[in-house]
């Protein structure tokens, strides 16, 4: 049972419970430049003076370097005791949110859950912090497990035949799949280096897929066609109908997709790509909602992808380092990254380099490893039971949020009217923008201001005045209640008091941002250096 | 006891009375009704086959502890491997910021509520712009390999060219990655290294660059190279290939800029590599981070695919603003019409690397570059008195790394370090592999972290592993 507490008010004491939204405040310690802090001699970390034998043997052999090679004088680096750094950074990281400290559902797409402090401790052992990627496998055996396993959850997960966990990130891993697919069509004879009546150099991609599924596509050498939603937001398949052909190398598609809409005509897309002959890739990065319930490769896809760093809970760490894998259909383990993890007949583990179809490295050695183990531990503390649960309550706060916020003036959510969605919605204000001039962005401004971060979309808006939200399974009722009241008091400020929004933010770390020379190259300033020699004369 | 099932702790809404309130609150009967989309041709009809969970944090230790524990560290071995990937010291400071909550757990804010990412990033840019004595510093990519690999594409749309020529030396791996990313779009090449020196053989750089120069749109080598030697000729190449009209990219370990000039004080054009010496550890190769600098000229800077932080006024005079510069270049902006992608890449150790320059200072990477000098040359010196073991380019400055040569000994690498790792010792990465031409050839690095009595110990055990 739980028991209501209703506000109390009494004369000199305070309301309880509290009313929303809170009267938040960010810390805003105007901290200047870390140079400006600079006093000549200070010194904030001793590296190890060379003993003098060493010295008695070689001298020293940096002195000996010829001009233009040595370096003449000192890198003007600030100069700072310890504890100065120290004070600096952690004033800065007042000046930031995370997870730990809002509720993070208003960076829709991204899957802003918790990471289990469990699993930072863990990777912070030496026994994995202290390794080195060319150990011999022999002493690596608990790592190279591990990683293993979490291979084979995620080949479950999928209904892939192998995984590789060596992309860096969800774009990388894209990047990883859209090779294997150029490396499987060339090895077919149908590659881009094929006559051109054989050449397959056509990706077919979505609106609502990560831009950086075109993006990758077309620097691997791809044309890139991408298709719109149709009337209720599904990718339309007649489109798709019209754009396949002898040239479709593949399709590059999310689903759900950035709506939260599941296109449940997916088999059918797959179907078509293939009688065309081109092969199917998943961008699972919005898996979070489905793990357990369908697979990638139950739906006919080829390859598909997840990001460690948003469905399997490692933290986001300011954009990165985060991690990837790639799962593929056993036509395609062939030419996944080298090297890959195998297992002899003893039981021990090893890394086979010699994989002549490989597309090779997406990046040095094996993946990005301390998120690979929070990811395995996180898998581990769930199993399949609690993975289930995840997508399940991921799916109910979304549509619990999606009630909550279609109540507020102003706002709704396009396409699928009436319908159910999966882990997020992108929203749309554009009703309150046309009635009160305030648009999406502005209202992110007004959000810092709850104490809260907030999305609007990738580009192109083809929402007007998007917003996405995707609350996962990490946030509380009383969490999603707050946001909501969040939104709507600066619906209502909207209407009532838009300069307020307009003006945003007030209680930030800092005012608005003057962009404009940003995009000015007299003006815009990269480093500090840049910025002393522009704007204040080289002082 | 409880009865039923226990409530995940990372899922509070797992508490059954609020999922029948939120599902009653919406209209739902059951969790089902959201999956009305999906058809049944495509349901899972099962549990997923996983391993049970581990519901307790204290059993999850011991299970993730207990596998760990099969690893072997640096800490407990004497390790001397590198090759891209290097046992520096990391100051316990920049595990305290990078582990704050406030840093880790957050993502892609916006500058108001997230200022001090945006300031910690615009600081590290700085300061990798002193340390390269650069204007232009991105926002950290992948890693050096993509560092690399994004530094050959964008001198090939820069030059309109359609060639790039790389070092023999580069790794195997490295190579790898910039030639699977660069093509269909850039031709590599491969400039043979001078078999006495370990530096790029500048004759045959000249003569490829009278016979295809007006198609090179960069030539990119390496400092040090990946055999650990300084690129003594780094002026001259880049000279010649200024006079072919191609671009010079040069990769550089920022860990050594403390004694090497920076590249851009040879004219280069773009810098890159890999900020994982700057106070990040090895993490089994999972802690790199890549950096791309260059002169603030906006004809390179629009061909950056990164995202580049830069300093900007607010409304309040005096206060320190920050926003992307030349947004409209990236992928985020205009999808495939932008320069390669940008997306989550290294942003964290990117901050990481700005506290470990601020710690260091100009005096801290001063000494520090001298000192792994030093103590290379120490170990140089005490390797090459053993009989049978050859250090081949010995006659040419190392930054902090080298080649020893167990040709000699009738040995090969394989035996050698498998004989040293049972005396607790990680002797360096194998280059027989991919250098078959030097022979029983190893890879070992030495830092700061290897005292007098470490390089003594290694002489001392190799001589006797080898005999």
Redesign the interface.
Known sequence: M?TEIRPTVSAGLPVAPKPLPRRFR?ASW??P???ELSVPG??????????P???A??????A???D?????A???????S?LH??R???????????????I?VG?GT?T?????K?N???V?????????????P??????L??MWRLER?LA??SGMERVSLQP?????AI?ANV?MIRAWHESRGEG??APRDRRRDEVITTIFS???N??????A?FK?I?LYPDADGYPDLEALRAAVGPRTAALLITNPEDTG????R??EFVRVVHEAGGLCSYDQANANG??????AR??GFDLCHF?I?KTF?T?????????GAVGVAPDLVPFLP?PTIERDADGRLWLDHDRPQS???????????????RA??W????????????A??A??????L??KVLEIRGVAAPYATG????EQVRYSWDELSGETGVHSEDI??R??DF?????TS??PYVVPEPMTLEPT?????A?LDEYAAILAEIAREAYEEPETVL?A?HR????????????D?DR????????R?KHTGGA | MTDG?RP?P?????VP???A???A??G?SS?E???????A????KR?????????S?AE??R???R???????????L?F?G???Y?H?V?A?C???????????????????????F?????Y???????L?????N??T?????AAATAV?MAARITGRRLALLPATMSA??R??I???V???VDVELLPFDRSTGTLDTAALRARLAEVGADVACVLVENPTFLGT?E?N??EIVRLAHEAGALAVVSVDPST??????PS??GADIDCG?IQPLGI?????????GFIASA?D?TV?MEYPSR?????????PG??????????RT??????D?K??????????G?TA??Y???????????????C??????AM?RLAAIPGVRIPFRST?HAKEFVVDLTGTGRTVAEV??RL?ERGI?LG??LSREQPSLGQSVLVAVT??H??AD?DRLAAELEEAVR
């Open positions: 739980t960010q105007d901290e430049i870390i140079f200070a010194r904030g970390v001793l590296p190890p003076a060379t003993e034998g060493i010295t043997l070689v001298g020293d052999p940096a000996e370097l010829p233009g090679i040595r370096r003449t000192p890198p003007a680096l600030p100069e700072l310890q750094v120290v600096h950074y952690d004033r800065l990281s007042q000046e930031n949110l995370g997870v730990d400290l809002n993070d960076q991204c802003m859950k918790y990471s289990p469990v930072d401790r863990l912070g052992s030496a026994k994995l912090a202290d390794t080195h990627p060319a150990q011999d022999s002493t690596v055996q608990g790592t497990e591990i959850f479950e997960i860096a990130s969800g774009s990388s990047w090779s881009l280096s990560h831009p950086s075109a993006a990758a596509a077309k620097v050498g890139v991408t809409i599941f296109n449940p997916i088999e489905i793990l357990g319930i369908t697979r139950d739906a990001n760093h809970s933290p986001h760490a300011c954009g990165g380092p985060g991690a080298s597309i090779g490295k997406v990046r040095p050695w094996y993946g990005i490893t301390p998120n690979l183990v395995y531990a898998v581990m503390s769930m199993g399949a039971e609690g993975l289930r649960e995840v399940e309550i799916v109910l706060n979304n549509n619990y999606m009630a319908k159910r969605r999966i992110g401004y959000a810092a104490g809260t971060h907030y999305w990738h580009h399974e990490a946030y509380s009722k969490d003006s933010p930030s770390a800092i005012h608005r941002i003057d962009h404009e020379p940003l995009d190259p815009w300033a990269v480093t500090w250096r840049a910025y020699r | 099932p995940h990372y899922i509070p809404n797992a009375a609020i999922k309130a939120m599902l609150a919406v739902a969790v009704d959201f999956y009305a989309d999906i058809p041709s495509i349901r899972l549990p997923l086959d996983l391993p049970a969970a581990i519901e944090e999850l230790v299970h993730v502890e596998l760990l524990a099969r690893n072997t560290s640096t800490r407990e071995a390790s491997l090759a891209g990937c046992d010291h100051p400071v595990d305290e910021i990078n582990g704050r909550a406030e840093f880790l757990t957050a993502y892609a804010g916006e500058p108001y509520e997230d200022h001090g990412r300031q910690a990033l615009f600081e840019e700085s300061m990798m712009g002193e340390l004595e650069r204007d232009v510093v926002v950290p992948y890693d050096g390999f993509q594409r791996d490295k790898s990655k030639v699977d990313y093509r269909p779009d300084v003594m780094g002026p800029l403390g004694v090497l000039a920076p004080t040879w890999d550890h090895q993490h089994f190769g999972g802690g790199h981070g603030d906006p800077v580049l932080f830069g300093i900007a006024p607010t409304s309040v206060e320190y603003g920050f926003g992307d510069v030349a947004y409209e992928s985020f902006a205009v999808r495939e932008g390669e992608w940008v997306g989550t890449a290294a942003a964290l150790w901050i700005g506290v320059l601020a710690l260091m200072g100009p005096h801290g990477m001063r000494e520090l570059g001298e000192t000098m030093a103590r290379a040359r120490y010196t400055p370090s498998g790792r990680f990465f194998d700061e972290v005292a007098q390089l």
